[in-house]
């Protein structure tokens, strides 16, 4: 009894490795066991995971101990809350048993005690079948609420539909691939939880469940909805997915709902069928869905449509915004329906009529027709002409923002019609001039041009004698006319992120960048000319009358113009990042002057101190570390942001996609372009939905993400989601960098070089290289170390040459290694050294140049900068030959012809020469014309002498012709 006792002790304390020795005990003993000790034992056996134990304790619990079922069932009821698997494990492992003994394991499964079953829970160990529990004996006759979820369950059992008192049941996320149509057996059923599961059909006999009032069918992949459905509210709830997209697998659910619909159908479930079928992204489902509604309802319009506003929770004015954000409505309905809609139920509104970020390329005729306004924002769509037939809805329209749109030019016939406005956004769209037809808008006061593609100024400007405020930037003006002058009541001209200045050795006569004429805008207060290539500025500019703020920063200023010194009203003189080295004096003549910004230029600190004695009463900024980068609010990580942000990087390096893309999603929601980026990214790389790319990359853009910019570049160069368009890739090249993206920088500066979707224009080229290439990438300074060598777009500087290609060679760029040795071999610019021209030849030609193979040949052949070798030589001049460069095709020739670095080999000579001369190398031509007309190395043919005579003639024609 003792070894009984430290047996049922251990049991007790849950002491694992007690159960063999128990076991072996018990088998040996079966007349030790009692009452306390069975329980305790297969109690314990329960609660683990070893089958096999399990099962012995059963039987020996069966077997030797009456009665103990009841106290077994107690113990097991009060913990298997805790470890349902491992409860409903054992309960399948007992009633697979040979002997099993249903009397004995109902008085177990005595489910008085409670009305639930608990089986749902992420575990290593899914179900993949229904506990046999439920089917082999009415175990469970009392069950009210049965949970089976997470879990491999691809069929119910019919006899599982036996638990008729069962009120709640859920199967959700699972793999069911059907529903028995034995479930009408449960006639108190009142919830079904089945969402996320693999259900294509539903049987017709949830139809006579006529205590179901909860159904949840959502993530599945139906066919078809049945009309039953909508008094659970299935049709709303996807009639709310859809207005953020088309949910993933429910494409075509609505294809077959709208076929064969029965004839009496009450207004209510039509006008759900219509509200569900309208947003389907199929145009063929979408017509016929309103084909049934008006159709069916030919009285009613009016009345169904407040029913759907209603359907929704939206009042009227927000429901014509919700119209709009979800394009697929709008061809839904004809202008005269909608019309007479709005005017049965009278209303108007003076909110501001914006519709921004839809992606719409046209507006229905009737939607302003409610409005009071005058303002309207349509900024971030597709739209390609103002849509005036709209805002004729407005009666007196003066403010019209068209920014982010795809505009090219303006109707002067629609303008017409636009007589009191006096604020128009045109920012952030593809004009290439400024629209003369915008002279029809003599009421206009301000005009924002900025982020298009303006390269020059035309001599015939809009007349706009109103206007106050004109922006510009972000735009490729190089020069800005005398006519601008025009603007006589100009107050504030933006002219920041152009190319004024950066235009050398112009035909120009007059080198100001600005006109002289500049001083007759008498009304200019705000004058911005920063990130330009200014380093001069015209004599009028001092001669402003009401000039307040004048920015300079960002360009190639040495010294403070002293024309500035004559602005008496000046208030605010920011010339910080140029170059400049002194403050002159006379900068305290400046009577108004009240701040100076020289941030970012070599000047000492004594310099500064010097300034400030002059004036103690001015606020000088300088600092000689950068300024600290105000980032606008809509640009700000939000609290969670970041968090979100390194999740989703984290799924998209575990290549988990979808997970990824709703952090992302989540993180973007919070304000910041970060997210849009990032989905972006993802869509445009990983997914390839160019689509998405697109639309996530234009919302980015538009919160000046100089990412999102190159990404959209690149979608326009290589044709991803839109047509091929090298203009808008270079616009977006362009604006990426603007904002500071190497990449944007040296992809802009490219296509101005080889005139991709651009004239060739060497000028910018050198610009954008500039750009790059002082944020330390090699290939635009190896670029930009050509364009001095060669003179395009700048006077030929080899010196200035050579430190661009050492920069880009100690980068290890390959085309500047072998391009810097050059000079150095020749001392072209530079000092002589043929050593380290050999050093530079050496390492591009380790990375496989060619033109490096053949010019280290040369300098092993000849011994210059290194010891001579006709070997490595030879070896150098063959690599370069295999990979077909002629020059090096032709010295291998030679170098078999004269028995340099190996025997002497005629006709592996002419095999050489052959193979040079039929690229057009002259030399190599004359040598193949001997060898035939003589029969060294190859057999005598005086025709095919004459030929590559004749042929080498020709070369040393062209050759001068050229020169």
């Known amino acids: 009894m003792e070894q009984s ?124 079948k229904i506990p046999p529990l439920f089917s082999k004996a009415n175990f469970c006759i009392n069950i009210k609420e049965i949970s089976i979820e997470y879990h491999y369950i691809t069929n119910i059992p019919t006899d599982f539909f036996n638990l008729t008192q069962l009120k709640k049941l859920s199967f959700a996320n699972g793999q069911l691939l059907s529903m028995p149509k034995a479930i009408q057996q449960l006639k108190h059923l009142a919830v079904l939880d089945l969402s996320h599961n693999d259900l294509s059909t539903l049987p017709k006999a949830l139809s006579s469940l006529s205590t179901l009032v909860q159904l949840n069918i959502d993530g599945n992949p139906l066919k078809r909805l049945p009309l039953f459905l909508e008094k659970f509210g299935v049709f709303t709830r996807f009639f709310d997915a859809y207005q953020c997209g088309v949910p993933k697998g429910q494409e075509d659910i609505f294809v077959e709902t709208f076929k064969g619909l029965p004839d009496h159908l009450s207004h209510q479930q039509m006008t759900t069928l219509f509200c569900a079928g309208g947003l389907h992204p199929d145009k063929t489902v979408r017509s016929e869905a309103k084909q049934q509604w008006l159709q069916r309802l030919p009285d009613g319009v009016a009345e169904n449509l407040s029913y759907w506003v209603y359907r929704v929770k939206l009042d009227y004015i927000k429901f014509l915004l919700y119209f709009n954000e979800v394009q697929a409505l709008v061809p839904l309905f004809d202008n005269d329906i909608v019309t007479g809609w709005l005017k049965s139920i009278g209303f108007r509104t003076r909110k501001k009529a914006a519709l921004i970020d839809l992606n719409l390329e046209a507006i229905p005729d009737f939607y302003f027709k409610p409005w009071s306004t005058s303002r309207v924002d349509l900024s971030g769509n597709l739209f390609t002409q103002v849509p005036m037939q709209a805002l004729l809805g407005i009666h007196k329209l003066v403010m019209l923002d068209m920014s982010h749109n795809l505009l090219e030019s303006l109707s002067g016939q629609a303008l017409q019609q636009l007589k009191e406005l006096r604020e128009l956004n045109l920012g952030h769209n593809f004009f290439s001039a400024v629209p003369v037809h915008l002279t029809e808008l003599n009421k206009l006061e301000s005009l924002d041009l900025s982020h298009n593609l303006l390269t020059e100024l035309s001599s015939e400007l809009p007349v706009l004698p109103k206007l106050q405020k004109l922006n510009l930037s972000f735009n490729e003006l190089a020069k800005i006319p005398a006519e601008i002058t025009q603007f006589t009541n100009l107050q504030e001209l933006d002219l920041s992120y152009n190319f004024l200045g950066a235009i050398q050795n112009s035909d120009y006569t007059y080198s100001y960048a600005l006109p002289l004429e500049i001083s007759y805008l008498d009304a200019l207060t705000h004058l911005y000319l920063s990130h330009n290539q200014l380093t001069q500025l015209p004599p009028g500019i001092g001669l402003i009358e009401m000039l307040k703020v004048l920015d300079c920063s960002h360009n190639q200023f040495v010294e403070i113009p002293c024309e500035v010194f004559e602005a008496e009203t000046l208030e605010v003189l920011d010339f910080s990042y140029n170059k400049l080295e002194a403050i002159p004096e006379d900068i305290a003549l400046l009577p108004q002057l009240k701040k100076v910004i020289l941030t970012g230029n070599p000047l000492t600190t004594g310099a500064v101190k010097k300034a400030r004695h002059w004036r103690k009463d001015v606020e000088w900024v300088y600092n000689q570390e950068p300024l600290e980068v105000n980032v606008p609010a809509s640009v700000r990580r939000k609290p969670g942001e970041a968090l979100l942000l390194s999740q989703g990087k984290s799924f998209y390096k575990e290549e988990k996609y979808d997970e990824a893309t709703i952090c992302y999603v989540q993180a973007a929601a919070l304000g910041g372009y970060e997210g849009l980026n990032a989905l972006g990214e993802i869509n445009l790389y990983k997914k390839k939905d160019y689509q998405q790319a697109l639309h996530w990359c234009s919302k980015a853009a538009r919160l000046q993400s100089p990412e999102a910019m190159l990404y959209l570049g690149w979608m326009y160069y290589k044709g991803l989601g839109v047509a091929v368009n090298l203009t808008k890739a270079t616009h977006w090249f362009e604006q990426s960098g603007a ?133 490595k030589a030879l070896k150098y001049y063959t690599e370069a030959a295999n990979k077909g460069h002629s020059r090096a095709q032709y010295n291998t020739g030679v170098m078999y012809q004269l028995g340099k670095g190996t025997f002497r080999n005629l006709s592996e000579a002419f095999a050489w020469y052959k193979l040079a001369a039929e690229q057009g190398y002259a030399n190599a031509q004359q040598r193949v014309a001997k060898m035939y007309a003589t029969g060294l190395g190859v057999k005598r043919n005086k025709k095919l002498a004459e030929k590559w005579r004749d042929a080498y003639l020709k070369s040393v024609t062209d050759a001068k012709q050229k020169k």
């Open 5 to 128: 006792n430290l047996v049922y002790q251990q049991l007790t304390e849950k002491q694992g490795a007690a159960v063999h020795t128990a076991l072996a005990f018990l088998k040996n003993k079966p007349c030790a066991i009692n009452k306390e000790i069975g329980t305790a034992l297969f109690g314990w056996s329960c609660r683990v995971e070893y089958p096999a134990l399990s099962k012995a304790a059963y039987l020996l619990w069966i077997d030797l101990v009456e009665g103990a079922a009841q106290v077994a069932a107690l113990d097991i009821y009060k913990n298997h809350q805790k470890q349902p698997n491992n409860f409903y494990r054992l309960c399948q492992h007992v009633v697979d048993l040979p002997n099993y003994d249903v009397p004995t394991l109902q008085l177990f499964f005595d489910w008085r005690y409670d009305s639930k079953i608990n089986l749902s829970g992420k575990t290593d160990q899914p179900l993949k």
């Open 739 to 871: 904002l500071g993206l190497i990449s944007g920088q040296y992809n802009a500066a490219l296509m101005y070089h080889h005139g991709r979707g651009v004239k060739v224009n060497f000028s910018k080229a050198v610009f954008w290289y500039h750009q790059a290439a002082e944020q330390g990438h090699a290939s635009a300074a190896a670029n930009l170390g050509w364009m001095y060598a060669d003179g395009k777009g700048v006077t030929i500087n080899k010196s200035l040459a050579a430190d661009y290609y050492r920069k880009a060679a100690l980068k290890g760029q390959q085309d500047a290694q072998r391009n810097l040795a050059h000079l150095l071999r020749d001392g072209d610019g530079v000092d002589k050294n043929e050593a380290e021209a050999f050093n530079w030849y050496e390492k591009a030609a380790s990375k496989g140049d060619a033109s490096a193979l053949v010019n280290l040949g040369w300098m092993y052949q000849k011994g210059k900068g290194c010891r001579q070798d006709y070997i």
